[in-house]
């Protein structure tokens, strides 16, 4: 069974780690978090930009994550006991993903332990996500993608799990933000690019099948049959 610890008690060494099951999945948007080299996400939203479009990806996140922060750590893990939907209603539309804790070997999530973060990163991230709730997870609650098993979790890491804010709606009528959800799609494919295919394959096949639109309805696979990778 998961030991979800209240926020205070994270690790206060020098170095800290956080798990992303949704827009932290992705490698640039954890960098965009802290780095003030990066614009505006604002535009991709506006824009209701989509997987295949160009645009959905800043160029400058790229360049930042790889020139200034190739030290961090994007470690892929799967976790039980946890529920993933899009029932947190967003102000740029639609709703956006937050998880809940249910304690059953049958709920799972995957994401990325991101590690390797300094104290000021690691609390910028903390007040952007401040609308959710922080628990603490211990290393030994994650599973290893064997696909990309080179890697190791020691240190605890920060989840941000649903809230109880007027933006947290599990009755929520709204569907999921495209935008967001193409960027995490990105994710996953830079994911692959840092370990290799066949972890990309599995790892999307697991957050397709581990994510809910509504709490009773699965999402569809979308932009490519998974078959085919």
């Known amino acids: 069974m998961v030991t979800v610890l209240p926020f205070y008690y994270v690790n206060s060494f020098m170095s800290y780690s ?11 948007s954890v960098i965009a978090r802290f780095s003030d080299e990066i614009p505006s996400i604002d535009p991709v939203y506006e824009k209701r930009l989509r997987y295949e479009e160009n645009g959905i990806i800043r160029p400058e996140a790229t360049e930042v994550l790889e020139e200034s922060y190739s030290h961090l750590e994007f470690k892929p893990v799967k976790l039980r006991g946890f529920i993933r939907t899009y029932t947190f ?8 993903l937050e ?17 390797g973060l300094n104290r000021e990163q690691y609390e910028a991230i903390n007040e952007y996500e401040s609308a959710y709730d922080q628990y603490v997870i211990q290393p030994d609650e994650f599973e290893l993608y064997e696909e990309a098993s080179d890697y190791s979790i020691n240190s605890t890491s920060t989840i941000y799990l649903g809230g109880q804010g007027k933006q947290s709606n599990w009755e929520t009528s709204k569907v999921r ?8 799609l990105k994710g996953i ?15 999307w096949k697991d957050f397709v099948e581990n994510t809910y639109e509504h709490p009773d309805v699965t999402l569809e696979v979308e932009y490519e049959d998974l078959n085919q990778l």
């Open 18 to 28: 956080i798990f992303g099951y949704g827009s932290l999945i992705h490698p640039r």
């Open 89 to 96: 209603e967003s102000e740029r539309g639609g709703a956006m």
């Open 99 to 115: 998880t809940y804790y249910t304690g059953r070997d049958e709920d799972l999530i995957n994401g990325v332990v991101t590690s």
């Open 177 to 184: 933000n495209q935008a967001y959800h193409s960027r995490i």
């Open 189 to 203: 494919d830079q994911l692959g690019e840092i370990h290799n295919r066949r972890l990309r394959e599995s790892f």
